[in-house]
Protein backbone atom coordinates (compact mmCIF):
# COMPACT_ATOMS: atom_id res chain seq x y z
CA UNK A 1 0.00 0.00 0.00
CA UNK A 2 1.32 3.13 -0.89
CA UNK A 3 0.37 6.85 0.68
CA UNK A 4 1.16 10.08 -1.20
CA UNK A 5 0.99 12.95 0.73
CA UNK A 6 0.54 16.46 -0.19
CA UNK A 7 0.55 20.06 1.26
CA UNK A 8 1.15 23.33 -0.38
CA UNK A 9 3.38 24.44 2.83
CA UNK A 10 6.02 21.86 2.55
CA UNK A 11 7.01 19.17 4.87
CA UNK A 12 10.32 19.22 5.59
CA UNK A 13 11.19 22.49 3.45
CA UNK A 14 8.83 24.90 1.36
CA UNK A 15 10.14 23.05 -1.72
CA UNK A 16 8.97 19.56 -0.86
CA UNK A 17 5.33 19.88 -0.76
CA UNK A 18 4.69 15.72 -1.02
CA UNK A 19 5.26 12.88 0.92
CA UNK A 20 5.27 9.11 -0.04
CA UNK A 21 4.57 6.03 2.76
CA UNK A 22 5.35 2.70 1.49
CA UNK A 23 3.34 -0.32 3.74
CA UNK A 24 4.39 -3.62 2.39
CA UNK A 25 3.75 -7.15 3.16
CA UNK A 26 5.77 -9.75 2.10
CA UNK A 27 5.17 -13.43 2.46
CA UNK A 28 6.51 -16.78 0.91
CA UNK A 29 6.21 -16.32 -3.14
CA UNK A 30 5.66 -19.64 -5.22
CA UNK A 31 9.62 -19.94 -6.11
CA UNK A 32 12.47 -20.34 -3.57
CA UNK A 33 14.15 -17.44 -2.19
CA UNK A 34 11.40 -15.25 -3.14
CA UNK A 35 8.77 -12.64 -1.47
CA UNK A 36 5.31 -12.01 -2.48
CA UNK A 37 6.16 -7.90 -2.96
CA UNK A 38 8.96 -7.53 -5.54
CA UNK A 39 12.16 -4.85 -4.53
CA UNK A 40 11.29 -2.65 -7.07
CA UNK A 41 7.81 -2.87 -5.31
CA UNK A 42 9.36 -2.03 -1.62
CA UNK A 43 12.40 0.21 -3.11
CA UNK A 44 10.47 2.58 -6.37
CA UNK A 45 12.30 5.10 -7.95
CA UNK A 46 10.43 8.20 -6.83
CA UNK A 47 11.52 12.36 -6.92
CA UNK A 48 9.63 12.50 -3.40
CA UNK A 49 11.04 12.36 0.17
CA UNK A 50 9.70 8.10 0.52
CA UNK A 51 9.58 6.02 3.43
CA UNK A 52 9.27 2.34 2.78
CA UNK A 53 8.38 0.07 5.70
CA UNK A 54 6.76 -3.24 6.98
CA UNK A 55 6.54 -6.81 7.16
CA UNK A 56 8.88 -7.74 4.80
CA UNK A 57 9.96 -11.32 6.16
CA UNK A 58 13.40 -11.10 5.50
CA UNK A 59 16.66 -12.11 7.64
CA UNK A 60 19.53 -10.17 7.22
CA UNK A 61 22.84 -8.98 8.46
CA UNK A 62 22.33 -5.33 8.26
CA UNK A 63 19.32 -5.49 10.57
CA UNK A 64 20.49 -8.71 12.81
CA UNK A 65 24.51 -8.52 12.54
CA UNK A 66 25.03 -11.36 15.42
CA UNK A 67 21.93 -13.87 13.87
CA UNK A 68 23.69 -16.66 12.42
CA UNK A 69 21.94 -17.32 9.14
CA UNK A 70 21.45 -19.72 6.97
CA UNK A 71 21.95 -19.30 3.45
CA UNK A 72 18.40 -19.53 2.17
CA UNK A 73 18.07 -16.40 4.28
CA UNK A 74 20.68 -14.43 2.65
CA UNK A 75 19.72 -15.01 -0.64
CA UNK A 76 15.97 -14.38 -0.13
CA UNK A 77 16.98 -10.94 1.37
CA UNK A 78 20.06 -9.95 -0.25
CA UNK A 79 18.21 -8.62 -3.89
CA UNK A 80 16.06 -6.42 -1.27
CA UNK A 81 19.33 -4.78 0.36
CA UNK A 82 20.86 -4.80 -3.48
CA UNK A 83 18.19 -2.72 -4.28
CA UNK A 84 17.65 -0.53 -1.17
CA UNK A 85 22.21 0.23 -2.07
CA UNK A 86 21.42 0.91 -5.72
CA UNK A 87 18.90 3.97 -4.58
CA UNK A 88 20.63 5.62 -1.89
CA UNK A 89 18.29 4.28 0.93
CA UNK A 90 19.08 3.89 4.64
CA UNK A 91 17.88 1.38 7.05
CA UNK A 92 16.08 3.01 10.12
CA UNK A 93 16.23 -0.28 12.53
CA UNK A 94 18.85 -0.52 15.06
CA UNK A 95 20.71 -3.42 14.44
CA UNK A 96 20.01 -6.24 16.47
CA UNK A 97 16.42 -4.92 17.51
CA UNK A 98 13.89 -7.68 17.37
CA UNK A 99 10.79 -6.48 16.34
CA UNK A 100 9.10 -9.95 15.94
CA UNK A 101 8.73 -12.49 19.08
CA UNK A 102 6.98 -15.75 18.30
CA UNK A 103 4.43 -16.92 20.44
CA UNK A 104 6.13 -20.74 20.02
CA UNK A 105 9.20 -20.94 22.19
CA UNK A 106 10.40 -23.16 19.14
CA UNK A 107 11.15 -19.92 17.10
CA UNK A 108 13.80 -17.71 17.84
CA UNK A 109 13.09 -13.79 17.52
CA UNK A 110 13.53 -11.62 14.66
CA UNK A 111 13.85 -8.40 12.73
CA UNK A 112 11.85 -8.26 10.14
CA UNK A 113 9.78 -5.29 10.45
CA UNK A 114 11.99 -2.98 8.56
CA UNK A 115 11.97 0.85 7.83
CA UNK A 116 13.94 2.60 5.16
CA UNK A 117 14.60 5.93 4.18
CA UNK A 118 14.91 7.51 1.06
CA UNK A 119 18.03 10.15 0.55
CA UNK A 120 15.86 12.74 0.53
CA UNK A 121 14.13 11.74 3.84
CA UNK A 122 17.21 10.04 5.71
CA UNK A 123 18.53 13.70 6.84
CA UNK A 124 15.63 14.39 8.59
CA UNK A 125 15.69 10.43 10.35
CA UNK A 126 16.01 11.72 14.17
CA UNK A 127 15.10 8.56 16.25
CA UNK A 128 14.00 4.75 16.17
CA UNK A 129 11.78 3.81 19.47
CA UNK A 130 9.67 0.74 20.43
CA UNK A 131 8.74 2.44 23.66
CA UNK A 132 5.05 1.23 23.29
CA UNK A 133 3.68 -1.75 25.35
CA UNK A 134 3.14 -5.10 23.34
CA UNK A 135 -1.07 -4.98 22.23
CA UNK A 136 -0.71 -8.94 22.37
CA UNK A 137 0.33 -9.50 18.84
CA UNK A 138 4.07 -11.43 18.04
CA UNK A 139 5.08 -7.62 16.60
CA UNK A 140 6.01 -4.72 18.90
CA UNK A 141 5.00 -1.33 18.10
CA UNK A 142 7.68 0.75 16.58
CA UNK A 143 7.87 4.98 16.61
CA UNK A 144 9.57 6.48 13.77
CA UNK A 145 10.58 9.86 14.45
CA UNK A 146 11.71 12.71 12.29
CA UNK A 147 12.38 16.15 12.37
CA UNK A 148 12.52 19.08 10.35
CA UNK A 149 14.06 22.45 10.61
CA UNK A 150 11.86 25.56 11.24
CA UNK A 151 11.61 26.97 8.07
CA UNK A 152 8.99 29.64 8.67
CA UNK A 153 8.19 32.02 11.97
CA UNK A 154 5.37 30.78 14.29
CA UNK A 155 2.38 33.36 14.42
CA UNK A 156 2.16 35.67 17.06
CA UNK A 157 0.80 34.31 20.47
CA UNK A 158 -0.53 35.96 23.61
CA UNK A 159 2.32 35.97 26.42
CA UNK A 160 0.14 34.66 29.60
CA UNK A 161 3.30 35.17 31.57
CA UNK A 162 3.36 38.87 31.01
CA UNK A 163 -0.53 39.04 31.60
CA UNK A 164 -2.16 42.15 33.65
CA UNK A 165 -4.25 39.37 35.95
CA UNK A 166 -6.12 41.82 38.21
CA UNK A 167 -6.82 44.11 35.69
CA UNK A 168 -8.00 41.86 33.67
CA UNK A 169 -10.14 40.26 36.31
CA UNK A 170 -11.98 43.78 37.25
CA UNK A 171 -12.37 43.99 33.34
CA UNK A 172 -13.94 41.18 32.64
CA UNK A 173 -16.42 41.33 35.58
CA UNK A 174 -17.71 44.60 34.27
CA UNK A 175 -17.85 43.22 31.07
CA UNK A 176 -21.51 42.86 29.61
CA UNK A 177 -23.17 39.55 28.82
CA UNK A 178 -25.44 39.65 26.21
CA UNK A 179 -28.50 37.35 27.73
CA UNK A 180 -29.61 34.20 25.67
CA UNK A 181 -32.23 35.55 22.93
CA UNK A 182 -35.96 34.73 23.81
CA UNK A 183 -36.78 32.39 20.59
CA UNK A 184 -32.79 30.54 20.68
CA UNK A 185 -32.75 29.12 17.03
CA UNK A 186 -29.50 28.33 16.15
CA UNK A 187 -28.75 31.32 13.69
CA UNK A 188 -29.22 33.94 16.72
CA UNK A 189 -27.61 31.16 19.43
CA UNK A 190 -24.71 31.70 16.81
CA UNK A 191 -24.82 35.40 16.58
CA UNK A 192 -25.51 35.53 20.52
CA UNK A 193 -22.08 33.70 21.11
CA UNK A 194 -19.85 35.51 18.73
CA UNK A 195 -20.69 38.61 20.56
CA UNK A 196 -19.58 37.64 23.55
CA UNK A 197 -16.77 35.71 22.70
CA UNK A 198 -15.40 38.88 20.72
CA UNK A 199 -16.05 41.07 23.61
CA UNK A 200 -13.88 38.51 25.60
CA UNK A 201 -11.13 38.10 23.46
CA UNK A 202 -10.67 41.80 23.50
CA UNK A 203 -10.53 42.17 27.12
CA UNK A 204 -7.80 39.49 26.95
CA UNK A 205 -6.01 40.99 24.15
CA UNK A 206 -6.15 44.51 25.97
CA UNK A 207 -4.09 43.24 29.14
CA UNK A 208 -2.16 40.47 27.27
CA UNK A 209 1.08 41.47 25.47
CA UNK A 210 2.23 39.45 22.02
CA UNK A 211 4.89 37.20 21.90
CA UNK A 212 6.61 37.40 18.72
CA UNK A 213 8.65 34.06 18.29
CA UNK A 214 11.62 34.52 15.43
CA UNK A 215 13.66 31.75 14.53
CA UNK A 216 16.65 33.33 17.11
CA UNK A 217 14.02 32.68 20.10
CA UNK A 218 15.43 31.46 23.25
CA UNK A 219 12.50 29.82 25.78
CA UNK A 220 15.00 31.17 28.72
CA UNK A 221 15.70 34.43 27.57
CA UNK A 222 14.47 37.39 29.93
CA UNK A 223 15.05 40.82 30.22
CA UNK A 224 17.36 40.73 32.54
CA UNK A 225 19.68 38.95 30.30
CA UNK A 226 18.81 41.94 27.88
CA UNK A 227 19.91 44.62 29.62
CA UNK A 228 23.17 42.92 30.81
CA UNK A 229 23.87 42.15 26.80
CA UNK A 230 23.31 45.90 26.30
CA UNK A 231 25.81 46.80 29.40
CA UNK A 232 28.44 44.44 28.03
CA UNK A 233 28.30 45.63 24.38
CA UNK A 234 28.05 49.26 25.65
CA UNK A 235 31.40 48.43 27.66
CA UNK A 236 33.38 46.73 24.53
CA UNK A 237 32.58 49.51 22.51
CA UNK A 238 34.28 52.11 25.11
CA UNK A 239 37.09 49.72 25.96
CA UNK A 240 37.58 49.13 21.71
CA UNK A 241 37.53 53.07 22.00
CA UNK A 242 40.17 53.41 24.18
CA UNK A 243 42.24 50.00 24.47
CA UNK A 244 45.03 51.78 26.73
CA UNK A 245 42.64 52.97 29.84
CA UNK A 246 42.80 49.80 32.34
CA UNK A 247 39.83 50.67 33.69
CA UNK A 248 37.45 50.82 30.73
CA UNK A 249 39.30 47.34 29.97
CA UNK A 250 38.45 46.02 33.30
CA UNK A 251 34.74 47.03 33.21
CA UNK A 252 34.51 45.23 29.73
CA UNK A 253 35.98 42.43 31.52
CA UNK A 254 33.42 42.38 34.42
CA UNK A 255 30.73 43.31 31.85
CA UNK A 256 31.36 40.13 29.65
CA UNK A 257 31.89 37.94 33.16
CA UNK A 258 28.54 39.03 34.83
CA UNK A 259 26.51 38.19 30.95
CA UNK A 260 27.79 34.86 30.37
CA UNK A 261 27.36 33.78 33.98
CA UNK A 262 23.76 35.11 34.05
CA UNK A 263 23.40 33.29 30.55
CA UNK A 264 24.47 29.88 32.07
CA UNK A 265 22.07 30.58 35.17
CA UNK A 266 19.45 31.09 33.02
CA UNK A 267 19.93 27.73 31.02
CA UNK A 268 20.23 25.86 34.21
CA UNK A 269 17.29 26.95 35.94
CA UNK A 270 15.31 26.53 32.31
CA UNK A 271 16.41 22.74 32.38
CA UNK A 272 15.63 22.28 36.02
CA UNK A 273 12.23 23.66 35.46
CA UNK A 274 11.91 21.40 32.40
CA UNK A 275 12.67 18.42 34.42
CA UNK A 276 10.04 19.59 37.51
CA UNK A 277 7.40 19.36 35.20
CA UNK A 278 8.13 16.48 32.91
CA UNK A 279 5.10 14.17 32.12
CA UNK A 280 5.38 10.66 30.79
CA UNK A 281 4.89 11.99 27.09
CA UNK A 282 8.35 14.74 27.86
CA UNK A 283 10.34 12.06 29.27
CA UNK A 284 11.81 10.96 26.37
CA UNK A 285 11.95 14.57 24.98
CA UNK A 286 14.54 15.34 28.05
CA UNK A 287 16.18 12.08 27.97
CA UNK A 288 17.04 13.04 23.93
CA UNK A 289 17.90 16.71 25.48
CA UNK A 290 20.07 15.28 28.49
CA UNK A 291 22.26 12.48 26.37
CA UNK A 292 21.85 14.16 22.72
CA UNK A 293 21.07 13.34 19.20
CA UNK A 294 21.78 9.24 18.62
CA UNK A 295 23.75 8.20 15.59
CA UNK A 296 22.14 7.10 12.89
CA UNK A 297 20.38 3.84 13.89
CA UNK A 298 21.57 1.66 11.17
CA UNK A 299 24.24 0.30 9.59
CA UNK A 300 24.34 1.57 5.93
CA UNK A 301 23.71 -0.83 3.04
CA UNK A 302 26.37 -0.10 1.07
CA UNK A 303 28.79 -1.93 4.02
CA UNK A 304 27.33 -4.83 2.54
CA UNK A 305 29.61 -4.06 -0.86
CA UNK A 306 32.65 -5.33 0.98
CA UNK A 307 31.61 -8.60 1.80
CA UNK A 308 29.91 -9.66 -1.56
CA UNK A 309 32.66 -11.93 -2.11
CA UNK A 310 32.68 -14.06 0.67
CA UNK A 311 30.26 -17.21 0.05
CA UNK A 312 30.00 -18.40 3.59
CA UNK A 313 26.93 -16.69 5.73
CA UNK A 314 28.37 -17.22 8.75
CA UNK A 315 31.57 -15.42 7.74
CA UNK A 316 29.43 -12.23 6.50
CA UNK A 317 27.89 -12.45 9.69
CA UNK A 318 30.77 -11.98 11.91
CA UNK A 319 32.38 -9.55 9.88
CA UNK A 320 29.01 -7.44 10.05
CA UNK A 321 28.78 -8.17 14.07
CA UNK A 322 32.12 -7.10 14.31
CA UNK A 323 31.33 -3.53 12.40
CA UNK A 324 28.45 -2.46 13.14
CA UNK A 325 27.21 -4.28 16.54
CA UNK A 326 28.07 -5.32 20.39
CA UNK A 327 29.87 -9.21 20.02
CA UNK A 328 26.93 -10.25 22.68
CA UNK A 329 23.27 -8.50 22.71
CA UNK A 330 22.70 -6.18 24.96
CA UNK A 331 19.32 -6.16 27.23
CA UNK A 332 17.78 -2.94 28.32
CA UNK A 333 14.40 -4.13 29.50
CA UNK A 334 13.27 -6.69 31.90
CA UNK A 335 12.03 -8.99 29.92
CA UNK A 336 13.54 -11.97 29.36
CA UNK A 337 12.70 -12.51 25.84
CA UNK A 338 14.63 -9.24 25.22
CA UNK A 339 17.50 -11.60 26.02
CA UNK A 340 16.92 -14.37 23.78
CA UNK A 341 19.97 -16.57 23.22
CA UNK A 342 21.45 -15.94 19.85
CA UNK A 343 21.25 -19.98 18.24
CA UNK A 344 20.45 -21.00 14.84
CA UNK A 345 16.92 -19.96 13.82
CA UNK A 346 14.16 -22.18 12.71
CA UNK A 347 12.07 -19.65 12.00
CA UNK A 348 10.84 -19.25 8.13
Not at 25 to 44: A, C, E, Q, W
Not at 59 to 83: G, M
Not at 140 to 148: D, G, R
Request: net charge positive; charged share 20%; aromatic share 10%.
Amino acid sequence: MALDLFTPDGFFNPSTTGFTIINSYSTKGRLNNTRSVPPDIVFPMSSLPTLTLGDLNIHHPTADPVRVFKEDEIATSTPYFDRATELGFTLLNVPGLFTRFSMSLIRHPGVIDLAFACPLLAPYFAEWTDPLPSPGSDHIPILLHFEAPLFRAPSPTPNWALTDWPALESSLKAARISPVPPVPTTVLMDISFKTNLDRITAELALHTPVKRVTFRSKPWWSDILSQLRRAYNSALRSSKADRFDPALLASARAARTAYFKAIKKAKRDHWSAFLATATPQTVWTAKKFAVGRPPLGSLSCQVLQRHRSSTKPASTTSSLATQSGPSTPSCSRSETARCWPRTRSAEP
